[in-house]
């Protein structure tokens, strides 16, 4: 049995209070209150195997001011240092138990608080920061039981807030730098192998090359996973952005990045195996992604005006890829069934599409490309095919719809006054629509 213990008191601490209990294992405590602390509390309990504990409230400038610390342990890995600095309305408070581990700081920060409870794998490195005298009303708040391993940081934030909740095997990495208002929240529950990546103010695992201090003041983020081995990337620079990843099941992969000002997305996965992406740039630009199902993927990429996109998946090894650029922006697409594969590429001026497929081994090729666009594609069936494009369009408009199966429409327009329809209706169909210049207006019907 080992026990030490070193403590000290310097200066100025007005009504500190110490309190430290050890028992049992190899117990060390150091606890420091360095000048100025104000209603200082520091208390340290440990019981049984590796513990080790440091408190040191105030530092640098020397302020706390509220002050309280409080550290318990009991049994198994231990270690746990929490430090103040020139905090102001302070606490800290850990608890741990099993493969513990912690390095919970404070710095300048305002009216602080943070808050860990381990069990069982722990590990939490949580920082707060405001280097320079920022940060302002922060909070994080950490729970792991079960499983364990969290990095969460916020440095010079203004309003704060971050909460990570944890069950069975889990990673969370969670920064915030530059901002204000910025919100943010993990929680992953029972499951192993879940990761979840939130970072506000800055994008390295998405964006390449990467992007740095980006304001992302105002944004909220938040990442739900249930199941297992689920894996989200969340990252926000820019301004007053809003975005969430949920992912239910497992084997699921999701990433957002937005580089706008007032951006919103939403990603929403149940099943197994399902991915998918958004990646925005530019102001009030929305995105939706839901996938229910086995193996489907989305992506959407968006810069630009009006932008709108939503994609709702449901069945199996179903994929969207969505690029949209600039003005009037919108897209909306549904794929229902199997194996069916959509494409779309709208650039610039007013732009919309709808696609709908039904059945399977549907593909849908879509692309605009100017002039005051439009684009409805329906199929019902199995592999049917359609193809659409128009290019540097006037007043356009196309539409596609097949019934039955493996119909195969192609639908090409140039310039000037545009319209197309193709309606195909049983099976073996197959449509060809060109159309150049002028006044043009075409019709095919076959049923």
Do not use: C
Request: hydrophobic residues 35%; negative net charge; aromatic residues 8%.
């Amino acid at each position: 049995m080992r026990a030490s213990l070193f403590y000290s008191v310097s200066t100025f601490a007005v009504m500190a209070m110490t309190s430290v209990v050890l028992a049992g294992g190899n117990n060390s405590a150091h606890i420091y209150q360095y000048a100025t602390a104000v209603d200082s509390s520091t208390n340290i309990d440990q019981t049984g195997t590796g513990a080790t504990a440091h408190i040191y409230q105030s530092d640098y400038g020397q302020d706390v001011v509220d002050s309280t610390i409080a550290i318990s342990q009991s049994g198994n890995g231990g270690f746990a240092e929490a430090h103040q600095g020139e905090a102001f309305g302070s606490h800290q408070s850990v608890t741990q138990n099993s493969g513990n581990r912690v390095m919970a700081q404070q710095w300048n920060v305002t009216a602080s608080t943070q808050k860990i409870v381990q069990d069982n794998n722990g590990q939490a490195w949580v920082v707060q920061g405001g280097f320079f005298l920022g940060s302002i009303n922060n909070t994080q708040e950490i729970t792991q039981t079960h499983g364990g391993e969290i990095n969460a940081e916020q440095a010079d934030s203004a309003n704060g807030h971050q909460f990570i909740w944890q069950n069975g095997e889990s990673l969370a990495v969670m920064h915030s730098y530059d901002g204000s208002g910025m919100n943010a929240s993990i929680r992953q529950d029972s499951g192993i192998g879940n990761t979840a990546y939130l970072h506000q103010g800055y994008s390295y695992k998405i964006s390449s090359p990467a992007l740095y201090s980006r304001d992302a003041s105002g944004s909220w983020a938040e990442i739900g996973q249930y199941g297992n081995e689920n894996l989200a990337y969340l990252e926000q620079v820019g301004l007053s952005g809003t975005a969430n990843i949920y992912q239910s099941g497992d084997l699921n992969e999701g990433r957002v990045l937005q580089m706008g000002a007032g951006d919103y997305a939403s990603l929403s996965q149940w099943g197994t195996g399902n991915k998918g992406k958004v990646i925005q740039d530019g102001d009030a630009v929305h995105s939706i992604i839901n996938q229910n199902g086995l193996g489907n993927e989305a992506n959407i990429t968006q810069t630009g005006i009006g932008s709108h996109a939503v994609v709702n998946q449901y069945g199996e090894v179903n994929e969207t890829t969505l690029t949209q650029s600039g003005l009037n922006d919108w897209a909306m697409i549904l794929q229902d069934g199997r194996n069916q594969t959509l494409s779309m590429n709208q650039s610039a001026d007013y732009m919309t599409a709808t696609v709908n497929q039904y059945g399977e081994g549907n593909i849908a090729t879509l692309s605009q490309a100017g002039s005051t666009s439009d684009i409805l594609v329906t199929q019902n069936g199995t592999d049917n095919e359609a193809m659409l494009t128009q290019t540097a369009t006037d007043n356009s408009w196309a539409s596609i719809v097949q019934g039955g199966n493996e119909n195969q429409a192609t639908l090409i327009q140039g310039g000037s006054a545009n319209w197309a329809v193709v309606s195909q209706s049983g099976d073996g169909n197959a449509a060809t629509l060109n159309q150049q210049g002028n006044g043009t207006t075409a019709t095919i019907n076959q049923f």
